[in-house]
């Protein structure tokens, strides 16, 4: 039981350049979400997945896509990479609808835009 | 809109020093409260909730109890160790609303 497990851990890329961040989770869960931290700013959501089929935008979503690929995978694109984009983004999947919403994160990926 | 406010950070400590992290909220109706953990290099891993008011959670030493007459859920442990060392992050959610809402963490370093 691998939990939720996110690929790359590390990457740096150019100005411009595009990438895919990907994440699946083990635990059955319905619901699934993007963050980004940064120094002194907390956990910033970017978006979210409340069901497979459903995305909807957070906090900070501009300059991101996502899909839901299936109940397991949610993944977040960068379309056009930006340095304010630099950031370590994490994954996090939750049973939903109920009293807790307990989040399960994966270990992250750090991102440097050059 | 719901909030979460943490006292700032670093927060240096001795070993078996008493622990206490500040974490008040603003919300409606009745949200949980969450305490959730990051250890260097890794995601946060929950480490107590509380559901309703006066409800204590606790966990690995750690107590944090639900005031919701004073909006808080400060985060105490009666004696940190070095592996306590880490950054600790208060967090509500209100049913229904698919987003937990998190503090901007607060640093620990526990010195030997």
């Known amino acids: 039981n691998a939990g939720v497990t996110q690929t790359p851990k590390f990457q740096v890329l150019k100005t411009g350049q595009s990438m895919t961040l990907q994440c699946a989770q083990d635990?059955?869960?319905?619901?699934m979400y993007w963050y980004r931290q940064d120094p002194g700013m907390g956990l910033r959501l970017i978006y979210y997945?409340?069901?497979?089929?459903?995305?909807d935008k957070g906090e900070v979503p501009n300059g991101y896509n996502v899909s839901r690929l299936n109940k397991r995978e949610f993944s977040l694109r960068l379309e056009s990479a930006a340095p304010s984009q630099t950031s370590v983004y994490f994954c996090?999947?939750?049973?939903?609808?109920?009293?807790?919403?307990?989040?399960?994160f994966g270990p992250g990926t750090r991102l440097t835009v050059l | 809109g719901d909030s979460v406010t943490q006292m700032e950070g670093p927060v240096t400590l001795s070993e078996e020093a008493f622990l206490t992290i500040n974490c008040t909220y603003t919300?409606?109706?009745?949200?949980?409260l969450f305490w959730y953990v990051q250890y260097p290099g890794e995601g946060l891993q929950l480490l107590l909730k509380?559901?309703?008011?006066?409800d204590k959670g606790s966990n690995k030493g750690f107590e944090a109890t639900y005031r919701k007459e004073t909006t808080s859920f400060h985060l105490e442990k009666g004696s940190v160790q070095v592996s306590d060392s880490a950054v600790y992050f208060c967090?509500?959610?209100?049913?229904?609303?698919?987003?937990?809402?998190f503090g901007a963490g607060t640093r620990l370093f526990v010195k030997a």
């Open positions: 996090a999947s939750s049973e939903s609808g109920d009293r807790y919403n307990e989040q399960f």
């Open positions: 997945s409340a069901s497979e089929g459903t995305t």
């Open positions: 919300a409606t109706g009745y949200p949980s």
């Open positions: 509380a559901t309703k008011a006066d």
């Open positions: 967090a509500l959610y209100n049913t229904g609303g698919f987003k937990t809402i």
């Open positions: 635990m059955n869960h319905n619901s």
